[in-house]
């Protein structure tokens, strides 16, 4: 199965949970509250940036009432060329190689949880929900693969959303397509 819309899906889906688009001190600012609250071993603001430029469509966050970034969450959309490295469970999420990252209009046959977090307990569970959206609403046809950073990261992936390990070295996980596992249960 190929999506075409990536990005106005995204935008229109997370944008329900009032999560926006972010702009370039934005992901700065969700970068710091990463690499505070996750690890400091992430994707930097300069491959954040430029995965956004590329697919339109990445990174968002979340405002608190206060204007301040209350959470984030970073998506990016694969291309068939990113088959092999998923299936060998090597993807590298810290600096994806840009041949796989999906473009306004190109297919996209899955997509990556690049990354969430948040400053508050509403801004993680928005994050956690607009995950699960994205996941069986907004995507339910595509796989969601992933990487558990926290124990929080972990129970979204494995628990709330069913990924499963990939087999390999890296720790990647994959979460089947939603629309097929709800046909058979």
């Not at 990005?7 to 969700?30: P, V």
């Not at 595509?142 to 972990?154: M, Q, S």
């Not at 069913?162 to 390999?168: D, E």
């Amino acid at each position: 199965m190929f999506i075409r819309d990536f990005a106005e899906r995204c935008r229109q889906g997370l944008g329900e949970l009032g999560m926006t688009l972010a702009n370039q001190d934005e992901i700065t600012e969700g970068r710091a509250l990463a690499a505070r609250t996750v690890s400091p071993n992430i994707a930097t603001v300069e491959t954040l940036a430029r995965v956004q430029d590329l697919t339109r469509s990445s990174s968002y966050t979340l405002r608190a009432p206060d204007g301040t970034i209350a959470g984030v969450i970073a998506v990016i959309p694969l291309t068939p060329a990113a088959r092999p490295g998923l299936a060998a469970g090597v993807f590298d999420g810290v600096c994806p190689p840009e041949g796989v990252v999906a473009r306004p209009g190109d297919p996209v046959i899955a997509f990556y949880g690049w990354g969430m977090a948040g400053a508050t307990w509403r801004g993680r569970a928005t994050v956690m929900a607009g995950a699960v959206k994205l996941h069986r609403e907004i995507f339910p046809t595509i796989p969601l693969y992933g990487r558990a950073a926290t124990p929080g990261g972990e129970r979204t992936l494995l628990r709330r959303i069913g990924a499963h390990a990939v087999p390999g070295p890296g720790g990647l996980v994959v979460a089947p397509p939603w629309a097929p596992a709800r046909k058979v249960a």
